[in-house]
Every structure is written in structure tokens, then in C-alpha cells.
């Protein structure tokens, strides 16, 4: 239509600007995992850590998990993940992020609602810090008033489950909000290492009740020390981030 404005022009232009050291995650394959898109055994098409996650909350985890962009270790995202939090933030990586995380919404909700098998979610959350910050999620302030939309479910860390504990804890987090049950909740995280905070998160809303859990988050990280991501390192160094897809885009 001549003349319409694309309401999230300013937002495309920031995130395009960002094109260059963002990574889409790579199809599920074999050797590539299919819940968190790091490397899987070459016959693999779920890694061993989520494999033990699933396992360990017997099924009640995330029923999709959409990494928006890989953040290698060392590189500009993963750099940028760490940075939007620290004790003075720059506010130039905040609007990149939070540009990221709303543009990727608006463009592909209906992907990651298809994925999770939900029609639209009923709620919206973050998975709470472990490492004795604070105050409000930094993620969470910086949404703000944006998805206001949803009501936001409380989830809140168990000081009795060590913050530092790698391995996933079906007590890690309770969600306090009384009406979840039939929940379809939309899961928001900063970033995914192990995902076992992620996927405690996810178990918790389940145990309070909801149907439907699906986990966005912005970085996948990387550690390219580890051997295992090297092919998946060299599919992706030449692959600038595109818009117009996602990892659940299929
Ligand atoms: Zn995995
Ligand atoms: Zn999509």
C-alpha cells in the first residue's frame, strides 16, 4: 500500500545495524540439536545436556525453545548479554537488545505459537536471576511497559538450590501467580548456556499449572574452546543475521 509506514521501520533499521555479529541458529540435524541448536553427537539430533534436562523433569520442559541468535564467547552479543546488566549499562546496547527481543516477537509470534502448539499466550515471564541480584530482572525492566498486553507471572528462585548449580533442579523456581493452570506462557531469557535455569523455569510453570511453555531468548551462547561447535562455528561465520526467518520459521 503506497505510502503505509511500517511501525517497526526503526526497529528493523536497529537490528540490522546488528546484522553483522548476529547468527541465526541453525536448522535441527543430526549432530545439531533441536532444543537448543548447539552440537549433538554426529547421530544426534538432541544434545546430551538436553537430553538429561528432559529426563530429569520427565517431559516438563519447554515444549519449544527458540534461540533468536548464537552469542559466541568473546564476540559482540554475547558481550552485549553481559553488558546490558552490569552495574552501568550502555544505554545504546539496551536499545539493541530490547529492539531485538520486540522485533523478533512482532515478526515470528505466530512461528514459536505454532511450534508450542498454542493459539496465543495467556501469559508472559522472565526467568528470575540465581545469583543474588537485586531488584527487578534486568530483562524484565528492560521491557518494561512493552507486552503489557500479558499479565506477567511471578516466578521466584529458591535460595535453598545453590545459584551456582549447572545441572537443571525441579526446585530451582516456584511461579506464584494462582491462575496458571491451562496457562500458554512465554518464557523470555537473556541467555541460554546449559538451559537448565531455563528449563527449571519452564518446569515450575508447568507444576503451577500451565499447558503450554515456550522459552525465547536472545543469545544461544558459544564457547568456541569447545571443540564441538566448530562445525556449526563454520557454517555460521559468513551467515550475517537475517530478519525474515527464525529458528522455528519451518
Ligand atoms: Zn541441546
Ligand atoms: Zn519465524
Redesign the pocket.
Known amino acids: 500500500m503506497p505510502g503505509a509506514v511500517d511501525p517497526w521501520g526503526a526497529a528493523r533499521g536497529r537490528v540490522a545495524q546488528q546484522a553483522y555479529y548476529l547468527r541465526n541458529p541453525l536448522e535441527p540435524a543430526p549432530g545439531i540439536c533441536y532444543v537448543c541448536r548447539g552440537p549433538a553427537g554426529p547421530e544426534w539430533t538432541r544434545c546430551y545436556t538436553c537430553d538429561q534436562h528432559l529426563k530429569a523433569a520427565q517431559s516438563s520442559v519447554a515444549d519449544a525453545v527458540v534461540p533468536i541468535s548464537y552469542a559466541v564467547k568473546g564476540q559482540q552479543h554475547a558481550h552485549a548479554l553481559a553488558a546490558y546488566k552490569s552495574t552501568f549499562p550502555s544505554k545504546e546496547v539496551q536499545t539493541n537488545l530490547l529492539n531485538l527481543l520486540l522485533l523478533f516477537l512482532a515478526?515470528?509470534h505466530?512461528?514459536?505459537e505454532r511450534a508450542a502448539l498454542v493459539d496465543t499466550w495467556t501469559h508472559v515471564t522472565v526467568v528470575p536471576s540465581t545469583r543474588g541480584r537485586q531488584g527487578e530482572h534486568p530483562l524484565r525492566a528492560l521491557i518494561g511497559s512493552h507486552l503489557r498486553a500479558f499479565p506477567w507471572v511471578q516466578l521466584t528462585a529458591n535460595s535453598r538450590v545453590p545459584a551456582d548449580l549447572r545441572a537443571f533442579h525441579p526446585d530451582r523456581f516456584t511461579a506464584a501467580s494462582p491462575d496458571l493452570v491451562g496457562a500458554h506462557v512465554l518464557l523470555l531469557d537473556d541467555t541460554w548456556t546449559t538451559g537448565a535455569r531455563v528449563q527449571a523455569a519452564a518446569y515450575a510453570l508447568k507444576q503451577a499449572g500451565a499447558s503450554r511453555v515456550a522459552a525465547v531468548v536472545l543469545g544461544r551462547h558459544v564457547n568456541p574452546g569447545y571443540g564441538g561447535w566448530k562445525p556449526i562455528l563454520n557454517a555460521i561465520k559468513d551467515q550475517p543475521y537475517r530478519q525474515?526467518?527464525?529458528?522455528?520459521?519451518g
Open positions: 515478526d515470528h505466530g512461528c514459536v525474515e526467518i527464525c529458528a522455528v520459521h
